[in-house]
């Protein structure tokens, strides 16, 4: 018999473009749950938490793709960076000269996102779009050889009105498509969009996605 989270998943991918990649958010939830989802063949798992997420690597397979999705405190950054496969949300140049220092330290390339801000809300993370083509314009990060920015990710508002949400998921991918003809024309590695949630991820998907962190559609509400 097919497990609840077995047909979430089910019912999810057989929405999905093969070009989005499913990010299965399992913040709060424990590792049985996590181990339900690797069963069912998911492997490519969000967590928000430094701690929470170094537990469940220990305790589950080593061909998890883990993404780190939430806010990411500078002081933490060596915890992950021996094995995270992607960071979503940039949202400082000071967390991306340390996510370079440690990529340095372990040697490896780490892949990250920059978080941009487009949502409505004041409390949300993130560059704004001019902060964003500001520090990408100066060329700093072209010096960091242990980070490679991948693509952006951002969080629509937090609002019923999907016209709003639909403006913000179509503002990030403008500045998307802005970004891969000047600052990264010619790199191929600059491809990845991350956005849509439960709630939003197939108005996301209009809308330029091409990764989506979906938590509760999967795994039911967080306790
Ligand atoms: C929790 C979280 C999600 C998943 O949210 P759901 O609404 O449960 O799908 C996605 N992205 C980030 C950054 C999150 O913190």
Not at 27 to 43: M, S, T, W
Not at 133 to 161: K, P
Not at 185 to 206: P, Q, V
Request: proline letters at 2%.
């Amino acid at each position: 018999m097919k497990t609840e989270i077995q047909e979430n998943l089910e019912r999810i991918r057989r929405t999905l473009p093969s070009h989005v990649t499913l990010v299965a958010v399992s913040k709060f939830h424990p590792v049985g749950v996590l181990r339900e989802a690797y069963d069912a063949g998911q492997r490519v798992f969000g967590e928000s938490r430094v701690q929470e997420l170094q537990e469940k690597v220990r305790s589950l397979p080593a061909d998890i793709e883990w993404h780190f999705i939430g806010h990411l405190q500078v002081n933490k950054v060596k915890y992950i960076a021996p094995y995270v496969s992607l960071i979503h949300a940039v949202d400082s140049i000071r967390l991306l000269r340390e996510i370079d220092r440690q990529g340095g330290r372990v040697e490896r390339v780490i892949p990250c996102l920059l978080q941009l801000h487009v949502a409505r809300e004041e409390t949300k993370f993130g560059f704004s779009m001019e902060e964003c083509r500001r520090f990408l314009q100066d060329g700093e990060w072209r010096a960091l050889r242990h980070v490679r920015i991948e693509g952006l990710m951002c969080m629509a508002s937090n609002t019923s009105d999907t016209g709003r949400v639909r403006a913000d998921f179509r503002a990030a991918h403008d500045f998307f498509e802005e970004l891969r003809s000047t600052v990264f024309s010619g790199e191929t590695t600059f491809s990845k969009c991350s956005w849509g949630m439960s709630g939003d991820y197939g108005m996301a998907i209009g809308e330029g996605s091409t990764m989506v962190r979906i938590g509760s559609a999967i795994f039911g509400e967080r306790v």
